[in-house]
Structure formats: structure tokens, C-alpha cells
């Protein structure tokens, strides 16, 4: 009797645990701006992976992007984690923008969420918050 309290003990832990590294976290600033970032200032994004769909959730948050550095404003690092679970979609990730102009860090947004094609995703989310700092 005792044992199996135990066991049905250590597997609801164990389901906790799980769940809680493939829930989503909301996208939040980290490192805010010191004032608003330059309006349509055109950026570069530098992304390892699911590049595309990132450029997308910029593009759909009327942020204007770049394919030339050497064209950009700012550079936008995106830095995705590895899968915590998986779907038909995309995997949940960490995901990370850092803002940088003149190779120094202006902001940083850190979030957890669905990525690939997944809907709602991530990717949009921390783009709209990008948008929301830029100027007028």
C-alpha cells in the first residue's frame, strides 16, 4: 500500500516536471531600450534556424528587415533552444532576440513557446513586442 503511494507520488512529480519545461512563457523584455528605437529603421536578422518564419512574424508586425547587414539599422540576433515537446506544427523552444546596434546590445526579449508553423507562435509574439518599441 505504502509503495504504491510512493510510485503514484514519484509519477505525478514526474508528469509535473514535464509539463512545466514544455509549457509556454510569455515574451519579456530582459534589457529595455534606453528610448524609443528609430521608426522604420530597417533590420538584420541573424537566425540558425526557422529563419523564415521569423522574418514573417517581423514583416507581420510592420517591422521592416534586410537582407544586407551592411543595409540594417539594427541586427537582430534570434537564438532558439532545443525542442522541450513536439507537435505536427513545431516544438516549444526558449527563444531569445537581442537587439543590437552598433554592436552593442539595445534590448533583449526571452520567451518560451510553440515555433515553426504553429499558430498562435512564439515568433509572433516577441516580434509584437519588438514593435511596440519602436518610435512614432
Known amino acids: 500500500m505504502q509503495t504504491a503511494r510512493i510510485v503514484s507520488l514519484l509519477v505525478a512529480l514526474q508528469l509535473a516536471f514535464l509539463s512545466g519545461c514544455s509549457s509556454t512563457v510569455p515574451a519579456t523584455v530582459t534589457m529595455r531600450p534606453g528610448g524609443p528605437l528609430q521608426p522604420d529603421a530597417a533590420i538584420f536578422l541573424s537566425a540558425r ?17 534586410t537582407d544586407q ?6 541586427t537582430l540576433e534570434v537564438r532558439v533552444g532545443r525542442s522541450r515537446s513536439n507537435a505536427a506544427c ?5 527563444v531569445a532576440y ?3 546596434l552598433n554592436g552593442s546590445r539595445v534590448m ?12 498562435p507562435s512564439v515568433f509572433d509574439d516577441m516580434s509584437r513586442k519588438l514593435a ?3 518610435g512614432p
Open 49 to 65: 534556424v526557422q529563419q523564415m518564419r521569423i522574418a514573417q512574424s517581423l514583416r507581420d508586425a510592420r517591422l521592416t528587415t
Open 69 to 74: 547587414m551592411r543595409d540594417a539599422d539594427y
Open 90 to 94: 513545431g516544438g516549444v523552444n526558449n
Open 98 to 100: 537581442i537587439l543590437t
Open 108 to 119: 533583449v526579449i526571452k520567451g518560451r513557446g510553440r515555433t515553426g508553423s504553429c499558430t
Open 132 to 134: 511596440s518599441f519602436a
